[in-house]
């Protein structure tokens, strides 16, 4: 089936950096890439719809400038927290969409515990 | 706005019952829905989708039922394994696919 990886799959950062998070479809292309925050306990949070080539569309309260997004090919996508605080720490989820279809696959999440 | 909430936060079943979880949409015009499974710290599993034009599909164990005049959407899972134990989100869409919207979950536990 469809694969979606992420990667890092976890990563620890100090207050003030930056981390990039990578997401890859594998076997298919993916016009469109999705990223989600999630929260313990708590449904997944849209942030942002990501088309290849384009700039990416970002849902009411994310801040662009902080949450940056590249969709440079058909199958990459990636986010950077810049200037990370402790309160960016959660789990990161993309999504992408099958190009010639419309399932969309998600992939398996990036831990950020920004300390 | 459009949201898409779900009934229960927690079921609880018996290993080799059937489950059914629920789930309530606000979009009248959302066309496609989607179920997913996650398993803690992991990202969703796909488990099965339905188009707005169509009331059942039917995977394997898993059944989803669309009632579109009360914006209702169901999970059924026949004969719950431990392994199901998981949360459950429904999630909807307008335009076949596009920005899905999802629900706030429901955690499934499989008794033995």
């Known amino acids: 089936g469809a694969v979606v990886s992420q990667h890092p799959s976890w990563v620890i950062c100090k207050s003030g950096t930056s981390v990039k998070i990578e997401c890859r479809s594998l076997d298919f292309q993916a016009t469109t890439m999705f990223w989600y925050r999630q929260f313990p306990k708590q449904s997944l949070m849209l942030m942002a719809t990501?088309?290849?080539?384009?700039?990416?569309?970002?849902e009411q309260g994310v801040e662009k400038d902080k949450f940056l997004i590249n969709h440079a090919s058909l199958t990459l996508s990636t986010l950077t927290v810049t200037s990370a605080h402790p309160e960016d720490s959660s789990f990161y989820i993309c999504?992408?969409?099958?190009?010639?279809?419309?399932?969309?696959?998600f992939g398996e999440g990036s831990w950020l515990t920004v300390v | 706005g459009e949201s898409v909430g779900l009934h229960l936060p927690t079921l609880s079943v018996q290993e080799g019952d059937n489950s059914i979880i629920n789930c309530a949409y606000s979009n009248s015009a959302s066309d496609y829905f989607i179920w997913y499974k996650q398993e803690s710290g992991k990202g969703p599993q796909f488990i099965i989708d339905?188009?707005?034009?169509?009331d059942k599909r039917q995977g394997q164990r898993v059944t989803v039922l669309l009632n579109k005049t009360v914006k209702h959407l169901s999970l059924q899972i026949a004969a719950t394994q431990p392994g199901d134990s998981a949360v459950y989100f429904c999630a909807d869409s307008t335009g076949g696919g596009n920005k899905l919207t999802f629900g706030t979950g429901t955690q499934l536990k499989v008794e033995l």
């Open positions: 999504s992408a969409r099958v190009a010639s279809g419309n399932t969309i696959y």
């Open positions: 339905i188009r707005s034009n169509m």
């Open positions: 990501s088309n290849e080539g384009s700039k990416a569309t970002y």
